[in-house]
């Protein structure tokens, strides 16, 4: 089945040590989000990618990068976690003939120790 | 830049009754508006949306109602069941070719039994 995938769906990691966070789609999608949620939040957007063109959210802080190397893959990377970076990443995808309708995986759970 | 305000943010109901949740938007630009469901430790699930030259769409128990005048936009589920019991967001975007979903705060709904 087509689908949006994150890997892996719990992650842990020490105060300072870089993680990095992976969504996969089979859907030929254009666009890739990631967002960050925390407990009762809505999702939080950080960044997306239309095709290889990036775009950074203006409040997502420099510690978050992305990368996406070809269409099917998309990082998030985190250079320094902080506790404060503890959430729940969601990878989301869309393209212009479904119109606005995102589709989202089903996230990856950070810890921070 | 677009903001979305939902109320509530808790609501109970008794099963077999109704529930309403409202948003408004900011934005007079915005022609999508999803929402989404999202159970404890899952991904938001899209369950209806609605497009600016549509007053009102249904499915089967789920109805969605826009007034594009007063910006305002309704989620209404009818006949509730224990399995209606989630978090709900409801969101508006301007459709490009990557659209950017504000969601609102929103609805922890809990069905009674």
């Known amino acids: 089945d087509a689908m949006v995938i994150q890997n892996p769906r719990y992650q842990v990691t020490q105060f300072g040590k870089p993680v990095t966070l992976s969504c996969s789609q089979t859907l030929n999608h254009n666009v890739m989000y990631w967002y960050q949620q925390k407990s009762s939040q809505a999702p939080k957007l950080l960044f997306h990618?239309?095709?290889?063109?990036?775009?950074n959210e203006a409040d997502t802080p420099d510690n978050f990068q992305s990368r996406r190397p070809n269409t099917s893959f998309c990082f998030l990377d985190i250079r320094s976690p902080g506790l404060g970076d503890a959430a729940m990443y969601l990878c989301?995808?869309?393209?212009?003939?479904?119109?606005?309708?995102?589709?989202f995986g089903p996230g990856t759970r950070l810890t921070v120790l | 830049g677009e903001n979305v305000e939902q109320h509530p943010s808790t609501l109970s109901v008794q099963e077999g009754d109704s529930a309403v949740i409202k948003c408004t938007y900011s934005d007079s630009a915005s022609n999508y508006f999803p929402w989404y469901k999202q159970e404890l430790g899952k991904r938001p699930q899209l369950i209806i949306d609605i497009r600016s030259n549509v007053g009102e769409k249904k499915d089967q128990r789920i109805a969605v109602t826009l007034n594009k005048t007063a910006k305002h936009f309704s989620l209404h589920i009818t006949e509730t069941q224990p399995e209606d019991s989630a978090v709900y967001f409801c969101a508006a975007s301007i459709w490009s070719s990557a659209s950017k979903i504000i969601f609102g705060s929103g609805t922890r709904l809990s069905i009674r039994p």
């Open positions: 990618y239309y095709d290889k063109d990036f775009n």
């Open positions: 989301a995808t869309s393209t212009p003939s479904q119109g606005e309708r995102q589709f």
